[in-house]
């Protein structure tokens, strides 16, 4: 099964996509354990309660660690196109617009 993550996860994109789906996993189960505590209440307090909560807990410290890994892998894909275009940019001959421009900011 290794091979078969190495593959799947090749680029930002792949690995952003990857997040959201996994937001969506834990968004789904905090909610079931969100329900599971309802439940639980209703009895009387217990361990169980307890257990309930801490998991829930760590499921919502989950969440904005993945929340802000994905908006560090938006940065990253935001940078690499920055650079991108800015490499393509200085290997193509100025256009006359640019020439326009460069003459204002001297001026």
């Given at each position: 099964?290794k091979p ?40 009387r307090p ?53 020439t326009v ?7």
């Open positions: 099964m078969q993550l190495e593959n799947s996860i090749e680029s930002i994109e792949s690995a952003h996509e990857f997040m959201t789906l996994l937001v969506a996993t834990i968004s789904e189960a905090k909610g079931d354990l969100e329900a599971d505590i309802e439940r639980e209440k209703k009895l217990s361990r169980r309660l307890d257990a309930l909560r801490v998991a829930l807990y760590n499921l919502k410290k989950l969440e904005m660690d993945i929340n802000r890994s994905r908006r560090l892998l938006n940065d990253l894909r935001t940078l690499r196109r920055l650079l991108f275009e800015e490499r393509t940019r200085s290997s193509t001959p100025s256009t006359p617009l640019e421009d460069s003459q204002r900011v001297a001026a």
